[in-house]
């Protein structure tokens, strides 16, 4: 039986950035090379310029810029559309935007070939999640806008295309309000987790390799942008400190956040509590979560967050707002403590009650790694991802 072709459309390069689209692409194309032939076609950023092949995933560079989003996002499906008749799959898959206008192409080409579109975080959850904060700067309002306008061209995409992957019941709601697309249209396949390479290891190892003793250690991963609250974990890691002083808040990332970030710690007098380790290698990663007590998701809208997959396969115990796909991806109370989103207080309160008893901490990230070990991995995911390949082919 000749293996199935599928041609994933993304603009960033999946193995050059880290986040939960990238990582979804890059984990579940190679656990489908026993039975698909996978080739990535993403934009020409950070230097990615000749065809290259990684873990049996082809990768291909279609030109864009490397300036700005959506810029970036807009020369790349340019480039797409010009050449799509030079793309030869089964299927063809786009995540978020990427790929807008696809459908149509096809059609104009008289390809009729099935188009699924992934949709992780909804844009149109997201920019009015966005739009309800009271606190918006111009450069928020600006970004609002285009998230507006991407919202617009992510319907689009999802209205036209044969079916519609997403990632929690959720995004699915909101696909549903928003886009105006029936249930019956719509997978859902959650990501997953690599639970061999996220695992719990030898904490006293991994703190000495980032320079940190045995003082209470929370850890966040992610973009430093306004989706991610990080304005908010600075409010509640001021009563943290009040009560534990020596915490230190470990942050891997950066973003257009990171200036504004450092001035607010130094007026808070907070600068020696927080460490920003900025964007670090991806190998590096497992043993920054084995660092630390507790993880902090401060999101104020999320389709699921590939992260708290990572802090519980990692045996760190999860602290977020209940808001979007947590929900889902975080038992509260078993694998991790919820708060309702927005309150500071009850984030506080929540890490305090983490870092101040190593039983309990013990004891959710032990039930954090059972639970996804068991329902979200990436194996899963590229199952589940096969079996809508093969729907739609029907």
Same mark, same amino acid.
């Given at each position: 039986?000749?293996k ?5 459309f993304n ?7 880290y ?17 698909a032939d ?9 230097g990615?310029?000749?065809?290259m092949?990684?873990g049996?995933?082809?990768?291909v560079?279609?030109h ?12 790349f499906n ?6 799509a008749?030079?793309?030869e799959a089964?299927?063809?898959e786009?995540h978020?935007? !990427?790929? %807008?206008?696809?459908? &149509?192409?096809l059609?104009?080409l +008289? #390809?009729n070939?099935p188009? /699924?579109?992934t949709i992780h975080g909804?844009l149109?959850d997201?920019?009015?999640q966005?739009?309800?904060?009271c606190?918006?700067?111009l ?7 285009l998230?507006?306008?991407?919202a617009?061209?992510e319907k689009?995409t999802a209205?036209?295309a ?5 990632i !929690?019941? %959720?995004?699915?709601? &909101?696909?549903e309000?928003?886009? +105006? #697309?029936?249930q019956y249209? /719509? ?6 987790v690599?639970?061999?390479?996220f695992?719990?290891?030898d904490?006293?190892?991994?703190r ?9 250690c ?6 430093l942008?306004?989706r991610k609250?990080?304005?908010l974990?600075v409010e509640a ?5 009040k009560?534990?002083p ?16 450092d001035?607010t ?7 020696g509590?927080f ?8 190998e590096?990663?497992p043993a ?6 507790a ?13 708290l997959l990572?802090?519980?396969?990692s045996?760190?115990?999860?602290v977020a707002f209940?808001i979007?796909?947590v929900?889902?991806?975080v038992w509260?109370?078993?694998?991790g403590?919820l ?18 008893d190593?039983?309990?901490?013990r ?9 996804v070990?068991?329902?979200?991995t990436?194996k ?9 390949y093969r729907e739609?082919?029907?």
């Amino acid at each position: 039986m000749a293996k199935l072709r599928l041609a994933v459309f993304n603009t960033q390069p999946p193995h050059l950035y880290y986040g939960g689209v990238e990582r979804r692409i890059m984990e579940t194309a190679k656990l489908l090379e026993p039975e698909a032939d996978v080739t990535v076609y993403c934009g020409t950023k950070r230097g990615f310029r000749e065809p290259m092949q990684m873990g049996g995933v082809k990768l291909v560079p279609c030109h864009s810029t490397d300036r700005m989003f959506p810029l970036d996002n807009w020369f790349f499906n340019r480039s797409l559309l010009k050449n799509a008749q030079k793309i030869e799959a089964d299927v063809f898959e786009a995540h978020a935007v !990427s790929g %807008y206008g696809y459908p &149509k192409k096809l059609k104009q080409l +008289g #390809i009729n070939k099935p188009f /699924v579109h992934t949709i992780h975080g909804v844009l149109a959850d997201e920019y009015q999640q966005a739009k309800q904060s009271c606190s918006q700067s111009l450069r928020d309002k600006v970004a609002n806008r285009l998230m507006h306008h991407l919202a617009g061209l992510e319907k689009q995409t999802a209205q036209n295309a044969s079916l519609i992957v997403t990632i !929690s019941n %959720y995004s699915l709601k &909101k696909i549903e309000e928003n886009y +105006g #697309i029936p249930q019956y249209k /719509v997978r859902i396949v959650p990501n997953g987790v690599d639970t061999e390479k996220f695992k719990p290891a030898d904490a006293a190892e991994a703190r000495r390799q980032f320079g940190l003793g045995n003082e209470p250690c929370v850890l966040f991963v992610g973009s430093l942008i306004a989706r991610k609250g990080l304005p908010l974990l600075v409010e509640a890691a001021k009563e943290v400190v009040k009560n534990r002083p020596d915490t230190k808040f470990l942050l891997v990332g950066d973003g257009p956040l990171r200036g504004q970030l450092d001035a607010t710690l130094r007026e808070a007098k907070l600068s020696g509590n927080f460490v920003f380790l900025n964007n670090i290698k991806d190998e590096a990663l497992p043993a920054v979560y084995n660092c630390a007590d507790a993880f902090v998701l401060p999101s104020i809208q999320e389709g699921q967050g590939i992260v708290l997959l990572e802090a519980q396969a990692s045996g760190v115990p999860v602290v977020a707002f209940d808001i979007g796909g947590v929900n889902e991806a975080v038992w509260n109370g078993k694998t991790g403590l919820l708060a309702e989103r927005g309150n500071i207080e009850a984030l506080a309160e929540n890490l305090l009650k983490i870092i101040g008893d190593d039983s309990l901490g013990r004891r959710l990230g032990l039930a954090g790694r059972k639970f996804v070990s068991e329902n979200l991995t990436w194996k899963l995911c590229a199952k589940r991802m096969l079996d809508v390949y093969r729907e739609v082919l029907q």
